[in-house]
């Protein structure tokens, strides 16, 4: 199996190279307090069939109502992919039964969906300016209610049905199959989901189950037709979406290779086993006898509402890391890192605009600086600590307070680190910090010239040494000085007196 670049993908079999074709369909669940077809709420972790009403129960007489707010966040999200906006769209009933579904049909839109055909770029190193970018077409973003929620863990012989998830609100992002490698995949998929926390209409906590994958794959030779594809639903995480990928694609490979022919059909993927597993035969759309649904008028859309869902649209991800390199003249990785997730760049946001207000200089003035600390330091304390940025227990406030105190000469960059370190246990201000604990830097000529001094005779040989031509000892000078004087001597005053007294 390559890897060296996702357009050369292929599963090396016994009779040669297959290409893998790859589509996925996300379904999102909309940001939204209650439900797409009725008053009852969407909160995530409430007590099973708490969180039902009458419409979702499937009572008799129980018409459901459209809740606007579910089709703005799906207008909105369309928008942000550069996708058509239909004016007009009408939903249909998806008839199956499951003990899920109370009414023996889901209300979707297969035919007229809100949505039409927009595009993602995607870039297998996001953080690398000059990796390829491959755009993915999406075909249509479509609202549908979703299922309900079986249990069979509760209890030996029986299985349970929890409908707190029934008439939840969805967004089903169909890309097209424009994938070719497991990493091209998830590449769409988490820049799919940044795009979502942008805007807010979905939060894209895959763990809870408001974002997940249905996979869809088949292989070719390369220059052959499609073949013949699966589809391997609920996978809710990029990392297991990748793997189902190249799990899925080996199993099609070895089943061809061995005379087989592979069956259109819905499987399951364990990662545990590693493996897929099929669950039903594939159905196709004349199987659930797909009708309008007579309860429910088409939607149209006028142009005060449309107009309205834009001007509410964020910059989005790409659009703000271009900004950071241009206008704050940050590394394309900086950038790249910042804007991955809108919380973050949200953060920093709020340090870059306080540490300009404490420095009183410009944001473009402070921004490397910024950037660096909180993607160095900041990050690298919250992974120690297995949290998020949002759960930080220091916020861009006592960081640009603490960046200020570096900026002014009042702390060097090591006492800084020491700083930081007292300000995520204790939760103390960095300027406290460092009065309580006299951690100030110190300029004092006189002082740093005697403790210099004493390097010096500590260590002549390496004085001798320096002086007939080994320069790399500078470094060694500097160290012990700061070590002296307990990493309070400002570097700066020290590299200029050093240099005076090793000749």
Known sequence: MTESAASTYRIQGDTGEWEVVIGLEVHAQVTSN???????????????????????????????????????????TGMALGAVINKWSRFDRKNYFYADLPQGYQISQLYHPLVGEGAIEISLDEKDPDAEVKTIGIERIHVEQDAGKLMHDQHPTRSYVDLNRAGVALMEIVS???????????????????????????????????????????????????????????????RFVMQAIETEARRQV????????????????????????????KEDAHDYRYFPDPDLLPLELDDAFLAECEASL??????????????????????????????????????????????????QEVARAASNWLIGDLYGALNKLGRGIDESPVSPERGAELLALVADGTI????????????????????????ERGLKQTSDTGAIEAVIAEVMAANEDKVIEYRSGKDKLFGFFVGQTMKAMGGKANPAVVNELLKKALG
């Open 412 to 435: 060097s960059g090591s006492l800084a680190k020491q700083v930081f370190e007292i300000m995520l246990e204790t939760g103390e201000a960095p300027g406290w910090i460092v009065e």
């Open 176 to 238: 097209r199959p424009d994938m070719r490698s497991p990493q091209e995949a998830g590449a769409y998929l988490s820049k799919l989901r940044s795009i979502l926390r942008y805007v807010g209409s979905c939060d894209g906590n895959m763990d809870q189950g408001s974002m997940r994958a249905d996979v869809n794959v088949s292989v070719r030779k390369p220059g052959e037709e499609l073949g013949t594809r699966t589809e391997t639903k609920n996978v809710n995480s990029v």
């Open 34 to 76: 209650a439900k797409l077809f009725s008053g009852a709420a969407t909160a995530f972790g409430a007590e099973p069939n708490t969180q039902v009403s009458l419409v979702d129960a499937a009572m008799p007489g129980m018409l459901p109502v459209p809740n606007k707010e579910c089709i703005r966040q799906a207008v909105r």
């Open 314 to 363: 964020p910059e989005l991800p790409d659009a703000k890391r271009r900004r950071y390199e241009s206008d704050l003249g940050l590394p394309a990785y900086n950038a790249a890192v910042l804007t991955a997730e809108a919380e973050t760049a949200r953060w920093f946001e709020a340090l870059l605009a306080e540490s300009a207000r404490i420095q009183k200089k410009g944001e």
């Open 254 to 281: 070895e089943v061809l290779e061995s005379g087989g022919r592979i069956v259109q059909e819905t499987r399951l993927f364990d990662p545990d086993r590693g493996e897929t597993r099929s669950m039903r035969s």
